[in-house]
């Protein structure tokens, strides 16, 4: 009887992938274990999209993926080859920041800094379901991304001024 395996070297080499990322397309050579964070990160020298905890515990790596908000430390770059990729360096219109943006810097919705990437991009996504509407659902919604400085009721402040004046539009 033949046994017949895999041979290793092929699952552990490089992999080209493509990605449109903030509307350009980008082509990366990674390695099969990287992660999406890291990619976007040293790779393509994103590095507003932050690692935390990178264990998918704090949401400081959240990016939006396909329309889909997701954390990008616990998926492996080559499994979005094709997806469109929106990072915190993406949202704004040139110099026009996005409402969110400007929400938080209204309602002082950041102390440090370092979660505020992946609050934006999680509450964009957040948003664009349209399953949140009460301030207790947005706050639940939003539960996946941590503030460790205590901004967490700005946070929302901000996101229900955003979310009202998309419903008024």
Known sequence: MEIVTKSTRNVLQPRLLSLRVNGVPR?????PWVSLLDGLRDHLDLT?????CDHGQCGACTVICDGKRILSCLTLAVMKNGSEITTIEGISNGDELHPLQKAFIEHDAFQCGYCTPG???????????????????????????LCR???NSNIIDAIMEVKERRNHA
């Open 27 to 31: 082509i990366l050579e990674v390695s």
């Open 48 to 52: 507003g999209t932050k690692k935390g």
């Open 119 to 145: 609050q934006i991009c999680s509450a964009i996504g957040m948003i664009d379901e349209k399953k949140a509407q009460t301030r207790a659902e947005v706050k639940d919604s939003m539960s996946g991304n």
């Open 149 to 151: 400085c205590g901004a």
